[in-house]
């Protein structure tokens, strides 16, 4: 079941730059193309690293750590060899009213995972 949250208002959420945003425990970066938004956590997938400190240029936001290349609308990573494995987490989000609202559910999963790897590995 989706669980909607406010993050921003539509105002504060602006094209051609990376906005973010934090709800229950999830950082965010939204971005406006065309006046559709998107939602995807702020983290790359190769390392982690914060995807807000990154640059967009065009329809491509890269990752300032390792400069990985993904296509906004999708999320996939497009750098040069393609890993599908590494390919952004996207969030449904939509607006209601005058707020933006992302779907949170499940928020923390991927984290708790990785965690649980980590700590099968040192095993």
Known sequence: M????????AAEVHEGRINRASVAGLNLI????DEELLAYEDRCPHEGHPLSLGKLEADVLICAKHLWE?????????????RPDCNLKPRAVRVAG?????DVS??????NE???RAAADQR
């Open 106 to 111: 499940g928020a923390g999963e991927a984290g």
């Open 30 to 33: 939204l971005l406006k193309v």
């Open 2 to 9: 989706a669980d909607w949250r406010c993050v921003a208002t």
């Open 98 to 102: 005058e707020l933006v609202e992302v």
């Open 114 to 116: 990785k965690k649980d």
């Open 70 to 82: 993904f296509e906004i609308r999708t999320g996939k990573h497009v750098s040069r060899i393609h």
